[in-house]
């Protein structure tokens, strides 16, 4: 911005609160946001002179490579001089073509077509389009609901917002005006026979009527950082088959290692019908998110009597972003991301577990690169977020929920500093 004058760090603090939306904010905005000025590596750098912290964060879980990494910005670089946009409609690139293959490859055995998107929301709201308008093409229209089991998160556009946990989430106030969807009660952390017969039974008792099941696989994010047998996975995929159901799994959050394998639904070995993918795509760059589903739900659409699928976001399949997340997954690829993840493990398992004995501590749970500490009370988010600082870490607690899904790269003393900062938090908040 060569021609207009420097904000100072209290001007544009002053400018934000007046004019600038934030996250699940009012407007004008109470809480006041750090300005951060360049991030590098792990850090963030901050405006007002006051250092660098340590990201726990990864950027909302997508920047898993570190931030101003030098592949991927030579990679956008790189696309930037071709073209950083054209539209999808009767044009096609290498960068999209790629990515799609890339993807194709990665991603569970069977999952064969790819819509690229341009938010994760979107992509669930598209993996819904395509789950409804199967069952429309095969000429069972009356299939048109979806069943998820409580405690979810898939994103804030309405369908998305229809599976979202129904109750003490942040779309209860839409209960009324959204699509009346099936809620099975929130999967346990271990195996339950009793909890699969659940699903089993309501899968079985609703078939007539639903299109899919969608989950998140393995690991409930925004919804409440649970965690659970990936053995339900198999239960899903079993009844799913025995009662006409397509199956969904939203890997936007779990997707590319953050669990400890490349997909949740590897920990089961199973294929969804449909599987969104978002956040880490592009390792935390630019917004892109994908939906991938296999040969027999992209045939039942194409037999159909509309035989398209009505979706087509302007920036579809965006070259730059395209190019960026071609060059994250080979970077993912080709590092030793497993011991990575291995690693973060064990630093979060041995950091946190002072935690356990704090008061007002309910739990304390890590999994692959996330680590979480649930409390007893709604947390004092103020307070927590300046405990954190105070040690030097950005997190971004929520609920009851202190947590952090640190970048792949973290180092293994930044990792120890990103664990003191989360008990920290918990204590103070
Ligand atoms: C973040 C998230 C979404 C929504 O993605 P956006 O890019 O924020 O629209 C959907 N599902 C899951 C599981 C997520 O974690």
């Given at each position: 911005m060569p021609d207009l004058p420097r904000l100072s760090v209290p001007e544009l603090l002053e400018l934000d609160r007046r004019h600038v939306w934030h996250p699940y904010g009012p407007m004008p905005g109470r809480a006041e946001p750090l300005v951060v000025e360049s991030a590098s590596g792990v850090r963030l750098r901050l405006a007002d002179g006051s250092g660098e912290l340590v990201d726990g964060m990864s950027s909302w879980w997508s920047a898993i490579h570190g931030y101003n990494h030098p592949v991927l910005n030579e990679a956008a670089r790189g696309q930037l001089e071709r073209m950083s946009h054209v539209m999808f409609g009767g044009l096609t690139h290498e960068p999209a073509v790629r990515l799609a293959k890339l993807l194709v490859d990665m991603s569970p055995e069977g999952l064969e077509h790819v819509f690229l998107a341009d938010s994760g929301s979107v992509s669930v709201e598209v993996a819904v389009k395509m789950c409804l308008q199967y069952w429309r093409s095969l000429g069972r229209p009356g299939k048109r609901r979806m069943l998820t089991w409580r405690g979810g998160y898939h994103g804030d556009t309405w369908h998305p917002m229809s599976v979202c946990d129904p109750e003490g989430g942040m779309h209860e106030l839409w209960s009324g005006a959204l699509p009346r969807q099936i809620f099975a009660d929130a999967p346990p952390a271990g195996y339950e026979e009793?909890?699969?017969?659940?699903?089993?039974?309501?899968?079985?008792?609703?078939?007539?009527?639903?299109?899919?099941?969608?989950?998140?696989?393995?690991?409930?994010?925004?919804?409440?950082?649970?965690?659970?047998?990936?053995?339900?996975?198999?239960?899903?995929?079993?009844?799913?088959?025995?009662?006409?159901?397509?199956?969904?799994?939203?890997?936007?959050?779990?997707?590319?290692?953050?669990?400890?394998?490349?997909?949740?639904a590897d920990h089961a070995a199973v294929t969804p019908d449909v599987m969104c993918v978002g956040k880490a795509l592009t390792g935390g760059y630019l917004t892109m998110a994908a939906t991938l589903c296999t040969a027999r739900v992209a045939t039942g659409i194409s037999r159909g009597e509309v035989p398209v699928l009505a979706h087509g976001p302007t920036f579809m399949g965006n070259p730059l972003a395209a190019a960026v997340a071609c060059?994250?997954?080979?970077?993912?690829?080709?590092?030793?991301?497993?011991?990575?993840?291995?690693?973060?493990?064990?630093?979060?398992?041995?950091?946190?577990?002072?935690?356990?004995?704090?008061?007002?501590?309910?739990?304390?749970?890590?999994?692959?690169?996330?680590?979480?500490?649930?409390?007893?009370?709604?947390?004092d988010m103020a307070a927590a977020t300046r405990a954190a600082v105070r040690e030097g870490v950005w997190l971004r607690p929520f609920r009851d929920l202190v947590y952090t899904m640190p970048p792949y790269v973290t180092s293994d003393e930044d990792v120890a500093r990103i664990a003191r900062a989360v008990c920290a938090a918990a204590r103070e908040g």
């Open positions: 009793s909890y699969a017969e659940h699903l089993r039974e309501l899968i079985g008792e609703h078939a007539d009527e639903l299109a899919a099941v969608i989950v998140e696989p393995v690991v409930q994010g925004a919804g409440g950082m649970r965690f659970h047998s990936p053995a339900y996975l198999r239960v899903l995929r079993e009844a799913c088959d025995a009662h006409d159901v397509l199956l969904v799994f939203d890997e936007i959050a779990t997707g590319f290692g953050r669990t400890g394998a490349l997909f949740a060059a994250s997954l080979e970077l993912l690829r080709g590092r030793d991301w497993q011991a990575e993840v291995k690693r973060i493990e064990a630093g979060l398992t041995a950091g946190l577990a002072p935690a356990a004995g704090l008061p007002g501590v309910r739990d304390v749970r890590v999994l692959g690169a996330i680590g979480v500490v649930q409390l007893d009370h709604e947390i």
